[in-house]
């Protein structure tokens, strides 16, 4: 097993504060940068040399569209962009059941 650094990008945009990271941050091995996957640029300067990205950021929202479409659309091609770019071999993306649209019942018993 190898010890990696880890490297958390959140807008804390959905949790209040740091509330869900808190616990990690302090371990030496964790570096947080409160940004934006839509940020080119940030992706840009901190991708080099990562060996891999889990992508989990997504609004699970459908009630605003263009918020949803802007974290869960162009963010995710923010995050392929800076990976495909930095020579980045990995990329593991996370999405929610928003991707089901407003079902009657929700989006199916294989997500429960």
């Known amino acids: 097993m190898q010890n990696h650094d880890v490297v958390i990008i959140d807008n804390l945009a959905t949790v209040p504060g740091r509330v869900s990271i808190e616990h990690l941050l302090d371990h030496p091995r964790v570096t947080f940068i409160e940004g934006s996957i839509t940020d080119l640029d940030l992706l840009m300067e901190t991708f080099p ?5 889990f992508h989990q950021a997504a609004i699970r ?4 569209p263009l918020a949803s479409n802007e974290a ?12 495909k770019d930095c020579g980045v ?20 018993p294989w997500l429960a």
């Open 89 to 108: 071999p990995a990329v593991v993306a996370a999405s929610s059941s928003s991707v089901y649209g407003d079902t009657p019942g929700g989006p199916g």
């Open 72 to 83: 869960n659309v162009t963010g995710t091609v923010s995050v392929l962009v800076a990976a």
């Open 61 to 64: 929202s459908v009630k605003d």
């Open 49 to 53: 040399g990562a060996d891999g990205i």
